[in-house]
């Protein structure tokens, strides 16, 4: 013998009728495996819409938390494909900027709106993390110096094809990290609407005197010393600069720079020979 087939509007339809006969609704429950509050939930909807009442109802949520205004949305991408760089927290504090009238989407929902258009790139896990150098107890301003060396990379975009171009590309990333790009250190605020100007005037440091030694040179912009027709090497660094030259032995001469001392040269060969180094950090 098969199965006998039972459908839920039929069911449905058998309970109303029987209701509607004047059997009680606990008893009637029990018979057909319900509760009484879904027992009264069928009967209310049969009173308030009639049969139609008795189909079966869309499961859909009336509200999605990650569901986003189709608007909102596009202006999400909008933002990623004008700033590849940024991620969800610099979009949405850009939001909040551009349109403070709506409701700031969370950062995760931002995240899902990129992720979900292949716009968030999977980080690799790393297998090796290095390891800095111990830094020594600095006692003094300035007494401790550190610079982050990176190594060989690949820039994000490739070099322009020449310095004016270059150029272009700087003073573009400056404007943007200045007055476009929020700053979660600054709490969403750009760097220019805080920055406040220097009431002072700036007053370049006065020429070094140097009233101990024997002349005064100022080095060339191809970084040289000349004396008469004598063009001695030196470095570029130092150009525009003035130094100070003391006979030190009998056609030797020390060039000093400020309070420190660079190197020698004769009266034979056209180049400084370096002293020791002044700007050596110390061995801790």
């Not at 499961?59 to 991408?77: C, G, K, S």
């Not at 504090?93 to 551009?98: F, P, S, T, Y």
């Not at 270059?166 to 979660?184: K, S």
């Not at 008469?228 to 030259?245: D, E, P, T, Y």
């Amino acid at each position: 013998m098969p199965w006998k087939e039972c459908k839920p509007m039929d069911e449905r339809l058998k309970f109303i009728a029987r209701l509607l006969e004047g059997e009680q609704m606990a008893p009637l429950c029990r018979e057909f495996g319900i509760s009484r509050v879904t027992g009264y939930k069928i009967f209310n909807r049969y009173k308030e819409c009639g049969l139609d009442g008795l189909n079966d109802c869309s499961r859909r949520p009336y509200r999605q938390a990650n569901r986003l205004p189709f608007q909102i949305e596009r202006t999400i991408l909008g933002l990623k494909k004008e700033y590849p760089g940024w991620g969800a927290p610099k979009i949405r504090d850009k939001l909040i900027r551009q349109y403070p009238m709506i409701k700031p989407p969370a950062i995760s929902t931002v995240h899902a709106v990129l992720d979900r258009h292949g716009l968030v790139k999977r980080r690799k896990r790393r297998k090796y993390k290095a390891q800095g150098t111990a830094l020594s107890k600095a006692l003094l301003p300035n007494q401790l110096w550190c610079a982050d060396y990176k190594g060989e990379f690949r820039l994000g975009k490739p070099p322009a094809f020449n310095f004016l171009q270059q150029q272009q590309t700087f003073d573009h990333f400056i404007e943007v990290y200045n007055n476009q790009r929020p700053h979660q250190g600054l709490a969403g605020a750009y760097p220019g609407d805080i920055f406040t100007p220097s009431p002072r005037v700036y007053e370049p440091p006065s020429e070094p005197d140097y009233p101990f030694h024997d002349r005064t040179v100022r080095v060339t912009r191809c970084g040289r010393i000349c004396i008469g027709k004598r063009k001695i090497n030196l470095s570029q660094v130092f150009a525009g600069q003035i130094l100070c030259l003391r006979e030190v032995e009998d056609q030797i001469w020390l060039v000093s720079f400020m309070h420190y001392d660079l190197g020698f040269f004769d009266n034979t060969e056209d180049r400084v020979e370096p002293a020791t180094n002044p700007f050596a950090p110390e061995k801790v």
